[in-house]
Antibody, heavy 122, light 107 residues
């Protein structure tokens, strides 16, 4: 059974870079069949897709965050990562990683991590 | 970006009731519509993809329908564990976008 687990600092200072990792267990991240996404949820609010990466290394990021987002993949560790630069309080949110099955649609998020809360504050 | 709206924004119902939640997209997204259930402090749980294809393990009292820009999620015979917030999401066009959610409370 595939599981995803987010990890990273829970507190980031304004203007710094938020760095999170999603570790995949129970399956290989290096499969052509899947797309790996980051999604966030501001406190008490709805969901916002950040971007995805495929094991070929191809990525697509939401235009609203594109200038600040970098998503990468480490197949040797079975992990993928998110870096969000120049953070402000508006980036305070629960961050989720998720998997989509290519054949179902790259945005069909079928498996989610539990999420990790990141607060941007000095 | 494709805008997603949901109605109602909140809903009170009783165990055993049948409820319907509507989702509307700002343009045609057929069939790339998903539904999620979220409980407080938990990750969203996928219920359905392609508007009406139930995910494995999701009870058959959940059903989805619709096409074009208008979709619905129906829950027949509400159970206590169904009280949660429900989100629709389009995955036809980048960026993928979610509806604002419908909160389903116990009456």
């Amino acid at each position: 059974q595939v599981q995803l687990q987010e990890s990273g600092p829970g507190l980031v200072k304004p203007s710094q870079t938020l760095s999170l990792t999603c570790t995949v267990s129970g399956g290989s991240i290096g499969s052509d069949s899947y797309y790996w996404s980051w999604i966030r949820q501001h406190p008490g609010k709805g969901l916002e897709w950040i971007g995805y990466i495929h094991d070929t290394g191809s990525t697509y990021d939401s235009p609203s965050l594109r200038s600040r987002v970098a998503i990468s993949l480490d197949t040797s560790k079975n992990q993928f990562s998110l870096k969000l630069s120049s953070v402000t309080a508006a980036d305070t949110a629960v961050y989720y990683c998720a998997r989509a099955l290519k054949d179902a649609g790259v945005g069909a998020f079928e498996i989610w991590g539990r999420g990790t809360m990141v607060t941007v504050s000095s | 970006d494709i805008q997603m709206t949901q109605s109602p924004s909140s809903l009170s119902a009783s165990v055993g009731d049948r409820v319907t939640i509507a989702c509307r997209a700002s343009q045609d997204i057929t069939p790339y519509l998903a539904w999620f259930q979220q409980k407080p402090g938990k990750a969203p749980r996928p219920l359905m993809f392609a508007a009406s294809s139930l995910q494995s393990g999701v009870p058959s009292r959940f059903s989805g329908s619709g096409s074009g820009t208008d979709f619905t999620l129906t829950i027949t015979s509400l159970q206590p564990e169904d009280f949660a917030t429900y989100y629709c999401q389009q995955y036809k066009t980048y960026p993928f976008t979610f509806g604002p959610g419908t909160r389903l409370d116990i009456k």
